[in-house]
């Protein structure tokens, strides 16, 4: 791989560790929000308005912004069955065509989302509930996944066109 390609693939595959370390700790709020709701709910019979929507606003951030780390890790479900059967060399065929395809559907939601998010920013759009936040933020969210989602496959696709041997990540970043 030249030099060029490396530094940048490296650069990558680093600022979605950095954004799945900081989205990571989403949970710190998501989990006592949702326990505050369940002892509210089932003690007290006495439910919040705002518990479990901001749980669902701030875990769909946490699912999007984990995703393209989650790819470098190779942690999304897979038809293993059926890889682990074969060779490396058709393992490598496979990840040619698998990260062009994902990249692609990435490029396609990316060209739906973007003008749907820049929308709600513009109106500044809230969910119209009881508690009624803002929704934008979350909308936001999608297509900046999708792009760092994209940009992964791109790496990915990279690093095994360059590396016959592809089996695990290979961004010189110690695995936490």
């Avoid at 060779?87 to 490598?92: F, G, H, I, L, P």
């Avoid at 998010?117 to 803002?134: D, G, H, I, K, L």
Wanted: hydrophobic fraction near 55%; charged fraction near 15%; charge should be positive.
């Amino acid at each position: 791989m030249p030099v060029w390609l490396s530094v940048a693939t490296s650069a990558i595959t680093r600022l979605n560790r950095a954004v799945f370390h900081l989205t990571v700790w989403l949970m710190a709020i998501v989990v006592p929000v949702m326990l505050y709701e369940v002892v509210r709910r089932y003690a007290f019979n006495a439910p919040t308005v705002w518990g479990m929507e901001l749980a669902v606003l701030l875990f769909g951030p946490y699912f999007l912004l984990g995703g393209p780390y989650l790819l470098h890790l190779r942690g999304h479900v897979s038809l293993d069955l059926v890889r682990q059967r074969l060779d490396a060399a058709w393992q490598r065929r496979m990840d040619l065509v698998n990260f062009p395809v994902i990249m692609l559907f990435c490029a396609i939601l990316l060209y739906f989302s973007a003008p749907a998010a820049w929308s709600a920013w513009e109106y500044r759009e809230t969910s119209f509930s009881a508690w009624n936040p803002p929704i934008w933020p979350a909308k936001a969210m999608v297509p900046l996944a999708l792009a760092l989602m994209f940009l992964q496959a791109l790496v990915e696709f990279c690093r095994v066109l360059y590396r016959a041997d592809v089996q695990a990540p290979l961004d010189g970043v110690p695995q936490a």
